[in-house]
């Protein structure tokens, strides 16, 4: 197990990272530095497995952030993500935090949709307590598939998407269980929105 030390780690090319047990009851642990995500993805791809990332704090994106423009890729397999949230940074109360765990922008109106968050067999719990939006996770133009992982206990979020909020996104959710999300308005597990001037959504679910 280990602590990030300094700040967040930044992404700008491949990263890839492994734990050494595969056991998701007794994964690799990584906190995050005070008061820092895990990871910021500026561009390229990062891809984590068998890891348990905890303790994030960072307004969007509690773990990990997908920056706007990047044409970014996040891969995440057979992980944990527990106790990464927004609402309080450096001591100071954030009401407008957005991804407990993840967060990806790609473009704020535009039709682009080039991030792309891919997760397997992974879960999520005890994220975004008091999160804006996206107790999970937060996907805004970005492409996004999740397959046979499960969502526990995330939120409440002070507005949508107990577990999930997409907005403006292609998204594929197969296979994936959704347990106690909360969220004070609506989807407690999962929002889907998309506004006038912004891409169209689209979610398939199986």
């Not at 879960?123 to 969502?151: C, P």
């Not at 891409?199 to 679910?205: D, G, K, T």
Request: aromatic share 8%; glycine share 12%; net charge neutral.
């Amino acid at each position: 197990n280990c602590q990030i030390s300094g700040g967040d780690v930044e992404v700008t090319t491949a990263l890839e990272i492994t734990g050494n047990f595969t056991n998701l009851e007794n994964l690799v642990e990584v906190l995050a530095a005070d008061n820092n995500r895990h990871f910021t993805v500026s561009s390229g791809t990062l891809t984590i497995r068998y890891l348990k990332l905890l303790g994030g704090r960072a307004e969007n994106g509690g773990s990990i952030q997908l920056q706007q423009n990047s044409a970014a890729t996040l891969n995440v397999y057979n992980s944990v993500f527990t106790e990464n949230r927004n609402d309080i940074v450096n001591g100071v109360v954030n009401q407008n935090g957005k991804g407990g765990a993840i967060y990806s922008l790609y473009d704020v109106s535009g039709e682009a949709k080039s991030n792309t968050v891919n997760v397997y067999n992974s879960i999520f719990y005890n994220n975004g307590n008091g999160t804006k939006n996206g107790g999970a996770i937060f996907a805004r133009t970005t492409k996004f598939n999740v397959q046979n992982s499960n969502f526990t206990n995330n939120g409440p979020t002070n507005n949508h998407g107990g577990a999930i909020k997409f907005h403006s996104s292609d998204g594929t959710i197969i296979g994936t269980s959704f347990v106690g999300n909360i969220a004070s308005k609506q989807g407690g597990a999962i929002v889907i929105m998309t506004e006038s001037n912004s891409a169209s959504s689209s979610l398939n679910l199986s």
